[in-house]
């Protein structure tokens, strides 16, 4: 039986492994660098975690249950605490809590009145016109102020893609926002009613659901997806060429050796997938993947004396606006959302530079990361002294950016699987940026191969299991 070829080893290509092989349908993973799990990746120096990417998955999906369930992780599994129910946002150099109610938003030092005023008016205006593309940072401004963008989704935006509001497609990046203005006119009158539908569906929104980690970070799902595809995953095997042939596949990997397969999953963040070489009937041309952009993102994890932090740190974390002039994008308070993250006595925060805002400060010298960290840090959080912990990671190139045009990029990709048979494409370069969105995809990737094996045997042989994940 010839096998499925997963190309690339981050969370969305280990979950459809996973998934396919639980269906008894084999798999072959080759991961061009040397360990697997993508930017998710724990760090455990005596009683301190750093995560070096991803903190917390949200639950927005039944699909992430089934996969923490079939993993048998549900008691690892770690849900975060009342302490990180509050969400800040930075304005006048002051972290403000952002309002959970329509009381509070009235009541909130957030928002000037003009600004609330405006943001009620919403129900009132009308929608875009057909066929135009904004910008989120359009769509808002134009539906909702330019304070509320400014103070709202500014820093929203820096902290989900990274990105700038005024590049970022609404329609793309942020499609529920899109379809509840064309669907309701209002996205007050389209998030009520919409919440009917999720609930019905069994979808929970983003900013309702919960979230977890596990007692050991998130390097725990992936060490157990690892375990259980044992012998079937290949390090340090980058993949050039894929080769469609009339019964399936071949994969040419470095140094002459190749793989026949019955089908293909790219599992790659868009610029590797550009630079494959594909051939077949007719060849695929897929070079202009490398124009979408992936701005630099520095993380930088710091410990301190509890003493040490004027703030209570009582919350998930806080945003920083552009206009408020700091270097970080923002930080998580990492110990509040989750146990085992620091000493007793002790707190860590883990803060963000770079993205579309300042993609030179995320290329900067570790050390020198540190230092921008600590002095916005102190001016907002009150933090004095020097860390007891400290861990710096650098991606040079993090978070897809779906920006105003991107979607001809996800018209290539989705014509990349109509056009050659047996060749999918999953992940975060198409199908959503948080690591939810990830595990989704890989799930719904591994039924769609499953599907498509079903409706021609001959690329696989008889199968002894429901091929349906």
């Known amino acids: 039986m010839k096998p499925v070829a997963i190309i690339g080893g981050g969370i969305t290509g280990l979950t459809a492994a996973f998934w396919l092989k639980s269906r008894d349908i084999p798999v072959r993973l080759f991961e061009g660098g040397d360990r697997v799990g993508g930017v998710i990746q724990s760090v455990r120096r005596g009683e301190y975690l750093a995560e070096c990417g991803p903190n917390s998955i949200l639950e927005t999906s039944p699909v992430i249950s089934d996969l923490i369930r079939a ?229 930088v994890v710091l410990s301190f004396h509890r003493a040490d932090v004027a703030h209570a740190l009582d919350g998930f974390g806080m945003l920083i606006p552009e206009k408020e002039g700091f270097n970080i994008l923002g930080s998580l308070f990492s110990s509040s959302l989750f146990p085992g993250r620091a000493p007793e006595g002790e707190v860590t925060i883990t803060s963000y530079i770079g993205g579309a805002r300042h993609p030179s400060l995320a290329l900067k010298k570790a050390d020198e990361l540190v230092e921008l960290t600590l002095k916005d840090l102190g001016t907002i959080l009150g933090v004095r002294g020097r860390p007891t912990f400290q861990h710096v990671a650098v991606y040079r190139q993090a978070i897809p950016q779906y920006n105003v045009g991107f979607g001809k990029y996800r018209a290539l990709m989705n014509a990349m699987e109509l056009k050659a048979p047996g060749l999918f494409v999953a992940g975060h370069a198409r199908d959503g940026v948080s690591l939810g969105d990830s595990m989704v995809s890989g799930h719904n990737a591994a039924g769609k191969i499953g599907a498509f094996f079903a409706s021609n045997p001959t690329h696989f042989g008889n199968l002894q299991h429901p091929v349906t994940v």
């Open 71 to 299: 993993l048998g992780l549900g008691t690892r599994r770690v849900y975060s605490g009342p302490l990180a129910e509050n969400r800040y946002v930075v304005r006048g150099g002051k972290p403000l809590v952002i309002p959970s109610s329509p009381g509070g938003f009235l009541r909130t030092p957030l928002f000037s009145f003009p600004a609330k005023m405006r943001v009620l008016a919403e129900p009132f205006i009308g929608r875009a016109p057909e066929g135009v593309e904004e910008s989120i940072g359009q769509f808002v401004q134009r539906r909702l102020g330019r304070e509320f963008l400014d103070y709202a989704i500014d820093p929203l935006v820096a902290g989900i893609y990274a990105g700038n509001p005024q590049m970022l497609s609404v329609t793309q990046a942020f499609p529920k926002l899109h379809a509840l203005e064309q669907r309701y006119r209002s996205l007050f009158v389209g998030q009520f009613l919409g919440a009917k539908e999720r609930k019905r569906s069994g979808q929970v929104s983003k900013q309702d659901a919960k979230k977890f980690s596990f007692d050991n970070g998130l390097q725990v799902l992936i060490d157990t997806l690892q375990s259980r595809l044992e012998g079937e995953i290949q390090t340090g095997a980058p993949v050039h060429c894929l080769r469609r042939g009339e019964d399936g596949w071949t994969v040419d990997l470095d140094h002459g050796a190749a793989l026949e397969c019955g089908a293909v999953l790219l599992a790659l963040p868009s610029h590797k997938m550009a630079a494959l070489e594909i051939l077949g009937t007719p060849p695929l041309e897929i070079a202009s993947l490398s124009e979408v952009q992936y701005p630099p993102v520095a993380s």
